[in-house]
């Protein structure tokens, strides 16, 4: 089993950053993919970015490539997400994901964290 918590969410004003984290536990962080998914109200769980278990591959949803960018520091065992240039439509739950290697946009990744809420307000 693998325990994922996200934070880093909040309030911020269109043109403004946010960095999200997602701390594991459980089985080895480091061979999972990880992935960052979002949900706004009435709309479906749509992909954000993805990354492979070494951090050397990355993959980015159309909608946000050139303002966000995913990390991950294995020794600490967080991925985040470093969100520049925030629109309110960026406004959602936003999840951590892992799971074996897989397709970074594929939703069916194994564990799934609660999911940290980001409002960007015009």
């Known amino acids: 089993q693998v325990q994922l918590v996200e934070s880093g969410g909040g309030l911020v004003q269109a043109g403004g950053s946010l960095r999200l984290s997602c701390t594991a536990s459980?089985?080895?962080?480091?061979?999972?993919?990880m992935g960052w998914f979002r949900q706004a109200p009435g709309k479906e769980r749509e992909f954000v970015a993805g990354?492979?278990?070494?951090?050397?591959?990355?993959s980015y949803a159309d909608s946000i490539k050139g303002r966000f960018s995913i990390s991950r520091d294995n020794a600490k065992i967080t991925v985040y997400l470093q969100m520049n240039s925030l629109k309110p439509e960026d406004s959602a739950l936003y999840y951590c994901?892992?799971?074996?290697?897989?397709?970074?946009?594929?939703?069916?990744?194994?564990?799934w964290g609660q999911g940290t809420q980001v409002t960007v307000s015009s």
């Open positions: 994901a892992a799971g074996p290697k897989r397709s970074y946009n594929d939703p069916a990744y194994d564990y």
């Open positions: 459980g089985r080895a962080f480091s061979r999972l993919t």
């Open positions: 990354m492979d278990r070494v951090g050397l591959i990355t």
